[in-house]
């Protein structure tokens, strides 16, 4: 009511200007309403997306700062900025989602488009032009015509009273403007706000509408999938009966990318891990001493033919390939109903509730022109075609009809979704064995990584104790045999040779600590991991700021591991990141350790170059911890490591 | 001068008696672990403790702890800290109660026999003795702006070696400078750091120590 209150203070010229804004707000919403449909059948007709939005965009905006000078609403615009333009390879060539393009044009307009086709205040801004005629613009349209009308009563008629009455309709126009102004402006907020300010956002509704109407789609294109899915293993059948097996396993190794595809989808839609589940492919034989490759019963000459029939039992053999095989041939049995959900929805909801919505804009232009005139209703008549009985409902009726059958599919979709996700949970999740074969085979590659590892570690250790400390104390021995012999003849040179005798144990000292360094630093054995880590951050040239919540010391190889792999992380980003500042936060949670190491420099580290990067996975992966790393150009680059342990002891000291 | 050794390696632990004691310490006890350690410095009259900070049972930084622990009950209890290795991190904890009386050395430092008593000298004096690398960490890790970075080369040497707890004496002979010039190559430091100028010896070093913790990354 308040802003209501603020009317009173309206100058006289504000109303008297009024009427005339309302009129521009009139032609503006007609103005935009004609350009908004225009412009959908440009895009259908796929012509430059970005550019049409950005007209709508310009319009979307004047319609904001109409509403705030004229309205006296407040509108904030929120709009995600443009994606960052292709950058120009050493090459010269502009790369965008692993295709190379001579000229930046298409991968720019590629990325616009994209991130034009994810933002909500593109549908938002044209639905606020193709709906404004007929909501904020009836507001200010009002005392256009109130004046209108008012005058040409008065005008036109012949009696004082007839006067008097239009002249009391264009005052009532006059009085109203500021009103009407201020309901456009209320109007335009509600859709032109940024999203997150509006209260279905700011309520929840709009998240649970949200899933719910997502579901419905997301079920269909499932089906959709499946069939298709469907197709292949019905070829896949034929197929393999007509030869006997021999085509099957490349065949299926042709399918399985479709099928992984299938699982990462219903992962990101319902939220499901579904892994692989293909056993891993087995390395190719050796040859025997004969020079010839076993495998199973049967020795090969060549290796090719070797490979190809090791390839045969692998795929056939694996418990995945025919559970994979009977959700493709039984894919029709689940589908129908999320298509049908699907089908009604868009039905009831596209051809019921927003054809006759939609109807003015093509079917009013098509009559005036031809003389026929379209039925707004027309998707109503198409569904008693198929239902009879149905033709006793009256026409306008059909809206609500198609609003409440669209409520139901809302409703009942998720419980769809979710029942064609546990029949895929069925068939296409690994079974307990595939995933024992998984781990098998992770845990033989991660122990045969450590086992190379410390093998190098070493040998690195021998060869610095052999070159080092070790040559160090032969030539001290050797130093202090000289000094026996000389100690009587010749005492100064003996005292210079004791001196230098004094310096080669410092100097064996200092290499012993930087080897002891290496191995396993003396603070970590000490302090433990956060201490260890506080040291390092001390160590290190640039600012680090270091967080942690770790209760306990871990067990010591864990310890060593992960600090390792902070230091390995630290001198990364000092040295190539061109960062001001780190940050080192550990936290154990009772299962796992989490590092994070964020630093505020340049970005685009890419673990695939460089040693240090694959060097911390590997030392981790040997306690099953995993690594990932963030780091957009531009950055800021953030690495996070994980690693399942468990305290070794609680800790005992009081730092 | 009654002195404490706690030392877990008897051949070291034996070597340091022998060394104090040629040099007219009177060793009152040599412990080689913790408890007995905490037990020694709550009870025994003693002048300065030389103290391993890797020490039985845990072998991780016990010894260090208890010589925390009894600074604290005591501040200022003059303690000399061995270690194989060393660390900004514990020369931190050291200095950050502010009273004198500490020092913290490589073991590798006892090599040379005279600059070791000497150290444990102007430690039991209340004085300081930093071992040069961690003084050099603690200078080299200066923020890049910081005023320590705008000192001359000569400023740089002459902090050096004061952090380290030496007497202007030394660091003239060292430098080869006079007394003097080293006094107000001193006072020129504290100058451009805004320290407080002082004429103790003792409270000048703490004083650069304060502020080189408190200025390095945290």
Not at chain 1, 196 to 220: K, L, V
Request: aromatic fraction near 6%; include cysteine; glycine fraction near 8%.
């Amino acid at each position: 009511m308040r802003s209501f209150g603020k009317l009173a203070r309206w100058t006289y010229k504000q109303w008297l200007l009024a009427p005339l804004r309302c009129l521009l707000l009139v032609v503006l919403a007609l103005v935009g309403a004609v350009l908004a449909v225009l412009g959908s059948v440009l895009v259908a007709a796929v012509v430059t997306v970005p550019a049409i939005i950005a007209a709508n965009r310009r319009l979307a905006e004047l319609g904001r700062r109409l509403s705030s000078q004229w309205g006296g609403v407040l509108i904030a615009a929120s709009y995600p900025p443009f994606p960052a333009d292709p950058v120009r390879r050493e090459d010269g060539w502009y790369e965008h989602d692993n295709q190379l393009y001579r000229h930046p044009h298409v991968p720019r307009f590629m990325r616009r488009s994209a991130s034009l086709a994810e933002d909500q205040t593109v549908m938002r801004d044209w639905l606020w032009l193709m709906v404004t005629p007929f909501v904020g613009g009836l507001a200010v349209a009002a005392p256009v015509a109130l004046i209108v009308a008012g005058a040409a009563v008065a005008v036109m008629a012949s009696s004082p009273a007839g006067v008097g009455g239009g002249a009391a309709l264009a005052v009532a126009g006059f009085v109203s403007g500021p009103y009407g102004l201020r309901l456009y402006a209320m109007w335009s907020k509600v859709l032109l706000q940024p999203v997150a300010d509006s209260w279905w956002r700011r309520s929840g509704i709009g998240r649970a509408f949200g899933q719910r109407w997502h579901a419905i789609w997301r079920g269909a294109g499932l089906a959709g999938l499946s069939l298709g899915a469907c197709g292949m293993g019905l070829i896949l059948v034929v197929v393999g009966v007509v030869s006997w097996g021999g085509l099957l396993p490349p065949l299926i190794l042709l399918a399985r990318p479709y099928l992984n595809h299938y699982r990462r989808r219903v992962d990101e839609w319902s939220g499901i891990r579904f892994e692989s589940p293909y056993r891993p492919q087995p390395s190719p034989p050796r040859p025997e001493a004969n020079g010839k490759y076993r495998v199973g019963r049967t020795l090969h000459d060549d290796v090719k033919s070797a490979v190809a029939m090791q390839r045969y039992g692998w795929v056939l053999k694996d418990p995945a390939t025919w559970r994979d095989l009977a959700w493709m041939i039984t894919a029709p049995v689940l589908s129908p109903l999320p298509i049908a959900v699907a089908a009604v929805a868009g039905v009831a909801f596209f051809g019921l509730v927003c054809q006759p919505l939609w109807w003015a804009p093509w079917a009013v232009p098509i009559g005036l022109i031809e003389g026929v005139w379209v039925t707004p209703w027309y998707i109503w008549y198409g569904v008693t075609l198929l239902e009879p009985s149905l033709a006793v409902v009256p026409s306008w009726v059909s809206p609500l009809i198609g609003l409440a059958a669209t409520a139901v599919m809302v409703v009942v979709a998720p419980a769809v979704l979710r029942l064609r996700v546990a029949w895929d949970h069925l068939l296409l999740r690994p079974t307990k064995q595939a995933r024992l074969a998984q781990r098998v085979h992770q845990l033989t590659e991660s122990r045969s990584d450590a086992i190379d590892a410390q093998a190098a570690e070493v040998r690195r250790i021998e060869r610095d104790l052999h070159d080092g400390a070790q040559a160090r104390l032969v030539a001290l021995g050797m130093n202090l045999a000289t000094v026996e012999q000389l100690i009587d003849q010749d005492p100064a040179a003996a005292r210079a040779l004791l001196a230098q005798a004094r310096d080669t144990s410092t100097t064996a000292l200092t290499e012993l600590r930087n080897l002891v360094r290496g191995i396993h630093p003396p603070v970590l054995a000490e302090r433990g991991l956060v201490d260890a880590v506080r040291a390092v951050a001390l160590d290190t040239p640039l600012p680090v700021t270091v967080t942690a919540d770790v209760a306990g010391r871990l067990d010591a190889p864990v310890e060593s591991a992960a600090y390792f792999a902070v230091t390995e992380a630290l001198a990364n980003a000092s040295r190539h990141s061109g960062a001001s500042h780190i940050a080192v936060d550990l936290r154990h949670d009772g299962e796992r350790l989490r590092i994070t190491v964020t630093d505020d420099g340049r970005g685009g580290a890419d673990p695939s170059r460089g040693t240090g990067l694959s060097g911390i996975r590997r030392r981790l992966g040997t306690f099953d911890g995993t690594m990932t790393l963030a780091s957009p150009t531009g950055g800021p680059t953030v690495l996070r490591m994980e690693v399942p342990c468990a305290y070794s002891s609680p800790r005992t000291s009081t730092s | 001068m009654r002195v404490l050794v706690a030392e877990d390696l008897y051949l070291l632990r034996d070597g340091l008696v022998r060394l104090l004691e040629a040099h007219g310490f009177e060793v009152v006890a040599a412990v080689a672990s913790g408890p007995e350690l905490r037990h020694a410095l709550a009870t025994l009259p003693l002048d300065v403790s030389i103290v391993d900070v890797r020490l039985p049972p845990t072998f991780t930084d016990e010894g260090l702890q208890e010589v925390l622990r009894a600074r604290q009950a005591s501040p200022g209890l003059p303690v000399l800290v061995l270690s194989q290795h060393v660390e900004q991190l514990y020369a931190r904890e050291l200095l950050a109660d502010g009273t004198g009386g500490v020092g913290y050395l490589l073991k590798d430092r006892v090599v040379n026999a005279e600059q070791f008593i000497d150290a444990v000298r102007r430690v039991s004096g209340g004085g300081t003795a930093m071992d040069p690398e961690v003084i050099a960490k603690l200078l080299t890790n200066q923020p890049v702006r910081d005023p320590v970075n705008r000192l001359s080369p000569r400023e740089r040497e002459v902090l050096e070696l004061m952090a380290q707890g030496r007497s202007n004496a030394y660091i003239g002979q060292k430098l080869f400078l006079s007394e003097s010039a080293v006094g107000k190559h001193i006072a020129s430091i504290f100058m451009k750091l805004d320290l407080p100028v002082s004429d103790d010896d003792n409270r000048r070093v703490l004083a650069v120590l304060a502020y080189l913790n408190q200025t390095g990354p945290s």
